[in-house]
């Protein structure tokens, strides 16, 4: 009998055991947000189809885990952006183009989640309390850090109605329909706008989001069935923890009105983000910095290659065919007034002129004289130098011992 009790009281502890086991073992979960750093509304933002929809991309949550099993995700916001919905001023028309007048017109934050590289899926929206599960109440999904889970921000003129009405091809159905918006025309919010998020994932499968959340506190409790945790969110403003901790939206993303810090009372324009000027960058390097050279080896018709020049060419917001062109300055550090190039004594003495060339053995370099280098596209130049035609005189003149010459190359855009 007490043989019996005995291993009743074994088999006991030895299941606590495996269950406390089973729960200390969930895998960690990691998550990114990159913000939009340019807002313009389009018409519809894609993915969305309908042209009823205006809106803009706010930015983007990248979530993913060690073992690949993300259990029903949560963002929660501060303030709400569900209630009340969001408002915004400007012109619409139900005669469009005729009859414009400035208007409130009604905005919603929408998330669109999918994991990378299949069709975009859920669509959420914050309906009680300024918390929503963007994957559904209870979901279990996958995303692993070469495929993660993706969460989509949206500002749009719809709500979450479309999840049941046909998704990203549904039609908005909030009162202001895209027809009624004017291209070129800021909308400017008539509170401030600059929510901020915190992500958090619960411990086990089939956790329902009303179960592990409190509000917009994870449970912990030793007693708590279900439990839940934030994620720590990687962004530009740092990694933060924790509810309402990371800002959607960085100062300066909206394209017009009064911007403010992160966004504040700004606005956003209803059309394309205008087209930035091309801008060229030019970065020069030489193959070797010093040359060690035999003078025997340059003298009478004798030119050798000693070096190579390249310019790379870095042209942002190009179309292809800008060009640009420089100009290639070369100057040595022989006393000045001299002319050409000299090899300088390492004690005061005679010095040994000597030849550069540009590109090939006979294009010589003048020494502080410019030198063309046109009509560079996009991508890496290079220009051979080479070094000859030493006058013997000099050097069978010269002292015994080293000669150096310090060579520096200039270069000016000249376009």
Request: aromatic share 10%.
């Amino acid at each position: 009998m007490c043989r019996l009790q005995t291993q009743a009281r074994l088999i006991l502890s030895l299941f606590i055991i495996l269950i406390a086991g089973m729960v200390s073992a969930s895998a960690a979960v990691y998550a990114e947000y990159e913000p939009e750093t340019s807002l313009y509304f389009k018409r519809p933002p894609p993915p969305f189809t309908s042209d009823t929809m205006v809106g803009t991309k706010l930015g983007q949550f990248r979530i993913w885990s060690d073992d690949g099993n993300i259990y029903t995700p949560v963002i929660t916001l501060s303030p709400d952006v569900a209630s009340p919905p969001i408002k915004m001023t400007g012109l619409f028309s139900w005669n469009h183009p005729n009859d414009p007048e400035e208007r409130d017109l009604t905005f919603h934050v929408i998330f669109l989640a999918y994991r990378e590289g299949s069709n975009p899926g859920y669509i959420s929206q914050s309906w009680s309390g300024p918390r929503v599960a963007v994957a559904g109440n209870i979901a279990n999904v996958q995303g692993t850090s070469a495929q993660p889970y993706l969460v989509d921000i949206f500002l749009i003129n719809t709500n979450a109605d479309i999840n049941s009405k046909g998704g990203i091809h549904a039609t908005a159905n909030s009162g202001n329909p895209g027809s009624g918006f004017f291209l070129n025309t800021p909308y400017a919010f008539k509170n401030p706008f600059n929510p901020c998020f915190g992500l958090a994932t619960a411990n086990q499968p089939n956790s329902n989001m009303y179960d592990y959340m409190n509000g917009t506190t994870p449970k912990t409790g030793q007693n708590d069935q279900y439990k839940g945790a934030y994620v720590p969110v990687a962004s530009p403003s740092g990694t933060n923890t924790g509810h309402a901790t990371t800002p959607i939206i960085p100062g300066g993303a909206m394209s017009g009105g009064e911007p403010g810090q992160g966004g504040g009372n700004g606005g956003i324009v209803y059309g394309d983000e205008p087209i930035s000027d091309p801008v060229i960058h030019t970065l020069f390097s030489l193959e070797s910095e010093d040359i060690p050279i035999i003078l025997s080896q340059f003298t009478g018709t004798q030119v050798k290659q000693i070096n190579t020049a390249t310019l790379e060419v870095v042209v942002d917001n190009g179309t292809g065919d800008e060009k640009i062109s420089v100009e290639v300055l070369f100057t040595d550090d022989s006393p000045a007034g001299w002319n050409g190039f000299h090899l300088l004594h390492e004690t005061p003495g005679p010095t040994i002129p000597y030849n550069l060339y540009w590109g090939d053995t006979t294009t010589r370099i003048t020494k502080d004289s410019p030198i063309q280098w046109n009509n560079l596209v996009a991508g890496e130049h290079t220009k051979t130098i080479y070094m000859g035609r030493i006058d013997e005189t000099f050097v069978n003149q010269a002292a015994e011992g080293r000669y150096k010459s310090t060579i520096t190359v200039t270069l000016t855009n000249s376009n």
